[in-house]
Every structure is written in structure tokens, then in C-alpha cells.
């Protein structure tokens, strides 16, 4: 099966998902990756799909920079937690050294909101330095921008996570 942007996609039978091969990822640094695309075969609007991914594909680093306050903030919550004696413990000073301190997944997950705005969204969970634990998930509205940093938790908007709407364009809720 050829899914546009994708090209010719493998199925994940266990899971029921489609995986493209392995590519770098420009707004992950050229990370290599293979983006996953769950519920596909079943959407009426697969173009949807397709613009996600087209953007997602064409998005550069400034994306990520655009959010690096937010990210911040998240490390600056759980770091609260710890002190520099802690094995844990990371000194960030600024937003701009945040990045250096994530580690990007290597399956960047498309699917389409079940509820709420039903919009496709492209999801990624991470490793970070200062949360071992719940890592940090990054997620892309319609690929192209992110709407959505925090502790991963599966959830697409914070909106849904904390079932709020007048959450729905938060980015990162503060703990």
C-alpha cells in the first residue's frame, strides 16, 4: 500500500498501523525516523493524512524553537522536584539549551483525534533529561504546528488530557 508522502507503507498487523520506511525528520534535526499512521485504512477524509504529513515533513527546526519557552516551563516544574545533589538533578538555563537536552522518538504516530475537533495530529513521545520517568511528548495540529508539550500521556490536546475545553489551545499546562 502507497500512502502519499509516505510512499510504500509496511503494516503493523499486532497493531493494526501502517509504517513508512526510515527517513530524517528536518524539524527533529534529521533525526531518522518512521512515521506510524493509525486509523488510515478506515478515515473517509485521507487527505487529512496527507496534509498532516506533508507538513509535518516540510516543518523545519523553527517549529520546535517556537515552543522552547513551553518546553522550559516543563522542565522548570519537574525540576522543582529535585536539587543539585540529585542524581536527577539537570541545570537548563535558558529555553534555547533545552533542546539539547531531548532525546527524539523514532516513531512520530499520525492519527486523527477521536473527539473534539477530530483534526490529525501528529504525536512523539520523547525522552528527556529531567524527566526519565514520563519523557516529553511533542504534538503537531495537522502536522505543521505544535499545540501540545508535556509529560507523555497519550493525550492529543490538553484539552482532552484534562477533559477542559478552554484548554483545548494551551500548549503546556503548568503543574
Same mark, same amino acid.
Given at each position: ?6 510512499? @510504500? +507503507? !509496511?503494516?503493523? &498487523? ?8 526510515? =527517513?530524517? $525528520? %528536518? ?8 512515521? @506510524? +499512521? !493509525?486509523?488510515? &485504512? ?8 496527507? =496534509?498532516? $504529513? %506533508? ?121
Amino acid at each position: 500500500m502507497e500512502i502519499p508522502g509516505l510512499g @510504500v +507503507v !509496511e503494516e503493523d &498487523d499486532a497493531a493494526g498501523w501502517w509504517l513508512g520506511s526510515e =527517513r530524517p $525528520i %528536518a524539524v527533529l534535526g534529521g533525526t531518522l525516523c518512521r512515521i @506510524v +499512521v !493509525e486509523g488510515y &485504512d478506515e478515515d473517509e477524509n485521507k487527505q487529512d493524512f496527507h =496534509r498532516a $504529513i %506533508a507538513n509535518f515533513l516540510a516543518a523545519d527546526e523553527a517549529v520546535l524553537k517556537a515552543v522552547s519557552s513551553e518546553v522550559f516551563a516543563y522542565y522548570q516544574d519537574m525540576v522543582a522536584y529535585t536539587s543539585p545533589g540529585d542524581e536527577a538533578y539537570v541545570r537548563i538555563s535558558s529555553p534555547d539549551d533545552v533542546w539539547s537536552h531531548v532525546q527524539f522518538g523514532y516513531e512520530p504516530l499520525v492519527s486523527r483525534h477521536s473527539y473534539g475537533d477530530k483534526r490529525v495530529y501528529v504525536s512523539l513521545e520523547c525522552n528527556c533529561d529531567w524527566e526519565p520517568e514520563h519523557g516529553l511528548q511533542i504534538v503537531f495540529r495537522d502536522g505543521s504546528r505544535v499545540c501540545k508539550v508535556g509529560p507523555y500521556d497519550g493525550h492529543l490536546t490538553n484539552g482532552s488530557a484534562f477533559d477542559d475545553e478552554s484548554l483545548q489551545e494551551v500548549i503546556y499546562r503548568r503543574l
